[in-house]
């Protein structure tokens, strides 16, 4: 049994975790540090989404915070 755990924590399962995803290169500044910041390895392209989502238009920082807070909540329910 491999102890081995995914690259990326991908909610959507539209990623493998090897690949590199340029939609984190879009990203403004203060969400890609969030993200190297975060606990997890969180897929850009789930954060991506997940914020044009909430968003009635184009995204804001606000939208990207709001989903990789509720990426991590899932990921830390997950584990417990």
């Not at 954060?47 to 899932?74: C, F, K, Q, T």
Request: glycine share 2%.
């Amino acid at each position: 049994m491999s102890t081995l755990k995914p690259q990326v924590a991908c909610l959507v399962n539209t990623r493998d975790g090897w690949q590199y995803m340029d939609c984190y290169d879009d990203f403004p500044r203060p969400i890609r540090e969030r993200l190297s910041n975060s606990p997890y390895n969180l897929c850009a392209a789930c954060v991506r989404d997940g914020a044009s989502w909430m968003a009635d238009d184009e995204p804001n920082a606000d939208h990207y915070m709001a989903r990789i807070r509720e990426m991590e909540w899932l990921l830390r329910k997950e584990q417990s």
